[in-house]
Structure formats: structure tokens, C-alpha cells
């Protein structure tokens, strides 16, 4: 199984600041990577998918990159709503592996 | 509108059976990738299964066998037949909507599956 490590697993960072998560794969995974959103309580929300081609309806402050197996998401102009946990996810091939999240909160 | 909604779920006894539905609507299930994605208590998210358009499935190793995706294109549902519970197999259970270069663009808002004697 591909596994997905992220980094940092927990931020903090103030309203206005921009912010950028990593997701590494533990093979090559082309750009077959996925970012979501979790509130607590919540279901998760799809950000992103092909690394960097933004779901429907998403807010460009939203934004990823990379490819082969190193990524990121960068959340720029933070506010309150962005607090959230964030997960990568690889679908290169099955099993589909999520990384272990990484918390956000909004100082 | 595209919408997902997951029914089924609740305390079962570990060795015990449970079937999920996801019940679609705005769209198509058989013209999706239709997924089954866990989540434990305080922990981070599990894929266990897809249905792809052409009715081929895929498991994750800790469900296969035990665990059958399927779909009523008649009704526009998925299921999840889960035999042999076990108390690990406790989580919330999401089905999500996707296609081949997006295995997930929607997710329905969960069912919570608890297994406890």
C-alpha cells in the first residue's frame, strides 16, 4: 500500500496568514492527489483533486501543487472558518490511503 | 443538487451483520464511482471499498471478505452488506461520489456504526 505522510500534524496561525501543508507519497503517485477538508462533527468537504484543480464552488484561497511525491495545499487570507483538520489522499491505485491529517487552528 | 444520504446504521453485537444505504439523488449512481469511506472515534479516515461504472469492485484488506459493495441502479443506492463485526469495525461510515480522475467530489453526511457486546 502507498503510504501518505503529512506535515506538520497540528498548526496555529492567525487570521489574514497564509499557510501550507504538505502531503508526501511513499511512492510515485503522478498527480493523483486529493485534499479535504473535516470540521468537527462534519463530513468532509472535497477541496481538490489532481493535485491542483480546484471541486466546484471552492474559494481560490484554496490552492495545491505538486507532483510525483511531494505536494502541497496553501491556504491563503485565513479566517475563522478555515479551523479545520486537512487530509491528502492518493488514488494512483487501491488501496485509495489517506495521510494521518493535520489540524488547523485559527489563532 | 447532489445529494447523499446514508441510512442503516447502529449497535450491533461483534460476529453480528449490518447493511448501509446511501440513498443518491441529482445524479446517476451508476454512472459514478460510488465509495464506502470509514472513520474511528477520533482518528483519521479509512477507504474501504469502490463500485466503478462498469460494476467492478475493489476492498480494503481489512473488509474484504467480509464486507460486499453494491448498488440498485432501480432505486439509485448503494449498499454496504458488513457481516462478521467486529468491535474495530466501530466508526462512522460515509459514502462519497466520484469519477476516474476525482474518486471523490461529494460525500453523504455519515452513518455511525457502533459494535459492542
Known amino acids: 500500500d502507498i503510504q501518505m505522510t503529512q506535515s506538520p500534524s497540528s498548526l496555529s496561525a492567525s487570521i489574514g496568514d497564509r499557510v501550507t501543508i504538505t502531503c508526501r507519497a511513499s511512492?510515485?503517485?503522478?498527480?493523483?492527489l486529493a485534499w479535504f477538508q473535516q470540521k468537527p462533527g462534519k463530513a468532509p468537504k472535497s477541496l481538490i483533486y489532481?493535485?491542483?484543480s480546484l471541486q466546484s464552488g471552492v474559494p481560490s484561497k484554496f490552492s495545491g501543487s505538486g507532483s510525483g511525491t511531494d505536494f502541497t495545499l496553501t491556504i491563503s487570507s485565513l479566517q475563522p472558518e478555515d479551523s479545520a483538520t486537512y487530509y491528502c489522499?492518493?488514488?494512483?491505485?487501491?488501496?485509495?490511503?489517506f495521510g494521518q491529517g493535520t489540524k488547523l487552528e485559527i489563532k | 443538487e447532489v445529494q447523499l444520504v446514508e441510512s442503516g446504521g447502529g449497535l450491533i453485537q461483534p460476529g453480528g451483520s449490518l447493511r448501509l444505504s446511501c440513498a443518491a439523488s441529482?445524479?446517476?449512481?451508476?454512472?459514478?464511482?460510488m465509495s464506502w469511506v470509514r472513520q474511528a472515534p477520533g482518528k483519521g479516515l479509512e477507504w474501504l471499498s469502490v463500485?466503478?461504472?462498469?460494476?467492478?469492485?475493489d476492498y480494503a484488506d481489512s473488509v474484504k471478505g467480509r464486507f460486499t459493495i453494491s448498488r440498485d441502479n432501480s432505486k439509485n443506492t448503494l449498499y454496504l452488506q458488513m457481516n462478521s463485526l467486529r468491535v474495530e469495525d466501530t466508526a462512522i461510515y460515509y459514502c462519497?461520489?466520484?469519477?476516474?480522475?476525482?474518486?471523490?467530489?461529494?460525500w453523504g453526511q455519515g452513518t455511525l456504526v457502533t459494535v459492542s457486546s
Open positions: 489532481g493535485a491542483s
Open positions: 463500485i466503478y461504472t462498469a460494476g467492478r469492485t
Open positions: 441529482g445524479f446517476t449512481v451508476s454512472n459514478n464511482y
Open positions: 489522499q492518493q488514488y494512483n491505485s487501491f488501496p485509495y490511503t
Open positions: 462519497a461520489r466520484g469519477w476516474e480522475l476525482d474518486p471523490i467530489d461529494y
Open positions: 511512492q510515485g503517485i503522478i498527480n493523483y
